[in-house]
């Protein structure tokens, strides 16, 4: 089956800059969008960043300014680059791969914040 495969998750401290990377699980002429979700402890999954196939992004507000999404040259590879983390960005990050006619969602990559 196939699935988007999300790493760089762990522990990260307050202030820091990881970056995630996602592996996209469908083909190139098919790819629509792509986007980060999270979901922290006791709460509903949230959308991050999101990036479409033209290259608009989009981000919550809550990370605006601090987190970046963006594609390598191939577009098989997303990333969401972290800057300044908070406690509050501790949560599972999920790779969201929106193809035609089918989505994909990675199994997630745990980030915790440390204060």
């Known amino acids: 089956q196939l699935q988007p495969a999300e790493s760089g998750g762990g522990l990260a401290q307050s202030g820091g800059s990881p970056r995630l990377p996602c592996t996209t699980a469908g083909s190139r002429w098919s790819f629509l969008a792509a986007a980060w979700y999270r979901q922290a402890p006791g709460k509903e999954r949230e959308s991050v960043a999101a990036i479409s196939r033209s290259g608009t992004s989009n981000y919550a507000d809550s990370v605006k300014g601090r987190f970046t999404i963006s594609e390598d040259n191939t577009g098989n590879t997303v990333y969401l680059q972290m800057h300044s983390l908070k406690p509050e960005d501790t949560a599972v990050y999920f790779c969201?791969?929106?193809?035609?006619?089918?989505?994909?969602w990675g199994k997630g990559t745990l980030v915790t914040v440390s204060s």
């Open positions: 969201y791969d929106h193809q035609i006619g089918v989505d994909y």
